[in-house]
């Protein structure tokens, strides 16, 4: 068989598929149209490529992040521009690429750490944003000094690398890249680099961080934004983002996007940074729903957190005496099963109370918390864990979960009644 029939067919099956899987929504097989593309095209993406699609692309990795830069991104590059959003593994790319049209020349995908090299390879994208670097999936992810340097094996397919100047495991390994652009936010994760990833000395973090022996240290920040969305080129205000969304990394994840669309384009930063906002939450992220289906009709907000960075950033949200907290935590493949992880977040930090865990480990949640000091309920099923946080009286409930747990809530909020509210920036 040709090359080009190759594609053709592989293209076919695929949009085929896609078809029978919208047929039937609740199937969980988003991503087999892609998975059957590169069974009968292994180079589907560089063969779709080829044929005109996602020739200005821009790739966003790292461990938390990718789907909200990627919506910023999109929001940016306009309604034809090809986007993932979530399926984040090559065949989620394929999908995408087979369902696009000659009028998609831009693009951007989210892709997993450790496969940015072969989507790199197949792509060759304009810029690759990279976000972070922390623990993930401890049960089969790859030592986070190992994935980071996994990542840097892209460096020759990649025009700009758009990074986080604050993550000391991306500065490390950055020097393969041709050009970079740093950006600086008003905060950073740091239990994830407490030593030099080159040397294993001390870091020393002041106003910038550096190791105290081999000379790695905090590049200057080509841009920064700090916790008031101020951002600024070289020290120079040039101006205010309004990402639509809560939290300094959210500032930071819109500041990546803006400067990596520049890149990508040509355009000017300071125009693209007033437009580099979402209107609604992120695939039910950060998002305020109304429980209609609940007899007092409270509000619930839902965030996503899946590894202790993760956590942290949103905890720091989420010290609300007026609300109900309800904590989510499940240990399926996609979360990893080892849940050692919690024991790491610093649930003291957090000031509300008392606190419903939920989730199929809802009890070793519960044990965490309790050793926080905090009252605990436990509730195993989702859905009831939210009708008791109603039944107590207040007007709000915030849900935070890991990531099987909070899908597995946004799959329930149907029947609870829930109606998304307009705008997804929400008020703490």
């Given amino acids: 068989m040709s090359l080009a029939r190759r594609v053709q067919l592989a293209r076919r099956v695929a949009q085929l598929s896609a078809a029978g899987v919208r047929c039937a929504p609740r199937f969980q097989g988003q991503t087999l149209p892609g998975r059957l593309a590169l069974a009968i095209d292994p180079d589907f993406l560089m063969h779709r490529r080829d044929e005109g699609l996602a020739v200005r692309s821009i790739l966003v990795t790292g461990t938390n992040g990718k789907t909200t830069t ?4 999109k ?41 940015v090299p072969s989507v790199a390879r197949s792509l060759t994208p304009a810029v690759l944003v990279w976000l972070n670097m922390s623990r993930d999936q401890l049960d089969r992810s790859l030592e986070v000094r190992r994935l980071a340097a996994r990542i840097a094996e892209s460096a020759t397919d990649i025009d700009t ?29 740091r239990n994830d680099a407490l030593s030099c990833p080159r040397c294993t000395s001390e870091l020393l973090y002041e106003t910038t961080w550096r190791c105290v022996n081999c000379g790695l240290h905090e590049p200057e920040a080509d841009y920064q934004v700090d916790a008031m969305g101020q951002l600024s080129a070289h020290g120079e205000a040039i101006a205010l983002l309004h990402p639509g969304l809560p939290g300094s990394f959210n500032l930071l994840n819109a500041s990546l996007a803006v400067v990596a669309v520049a890149a990508a384009t040509g355009g000017a930063v300071e125009q693209l940074a007033r437009h580099a906002t979402v209107t609604r939450g992120v695939e039910g992220r950060f998002t305020t729903w109304w429980l209609t289906g609940v007899e ?37 493949v996609a979360d990893g099963r080892d849940t050692s992880w919690i024991w790491d977040v610093a649930f003291e930090s957090l000031g509300i109370g008392p606190v419903i865990a939920t989730g199929e480990r809802a009890t070793d949640l519960a044990l965490r ?37 909070f899908r597995s809530l946004i799959g329930d909020l149907p029947a609870l009644g829930a109606i998304a509210a307009l705008g997804s920036e929400v008020a703490l």
């Fill in 369 to 405: 918390l309790e050793v926080a000091g905090f009252d605990v309920t436990v509730e195993a099923s989702q859905r009831a864990a939210i009708r008791l946080a109603a039944s107590r009286g207040r007007n709000r409930i915030v849900y935070l979960g890991n990531y099987t747990a």
């Fill in 296 to 332: 007092t009709t409270p509000s619930l907000t839902t965030y996503l957190a899946k590894n202790p960075a993760g956590w942290h950033a949103n905890l720091a949200m989420l010290n609300d005496a007026d609300a109900e907290l309800v904590l989510g935590l499940n240990a399926k």
């Fill in 75 to 115: 929001e940016l590059l306009g309604p034809n521009a090809l986007s993932n959003r979530g399926s984040n593994l090559p065949w989620g790319v394929a999908t995408v690429l087979a369902e696009g049209t000659s009028r998609s020349r831009d693009a951007v995908f989210e892709v997993d750490e450790a496969y």
């Fill in 161 to 189: 690398l758009v990074a986080n100047a604050g993550d000391p495991l991306i500065v490390a390994h950055a020097s393969e890249f041709r050009r970079c652009l740093w950006v600086k936010g008003p905060e950073e994760w």
């Fill in 70 to 73: 990627t919506a910023l991104v």
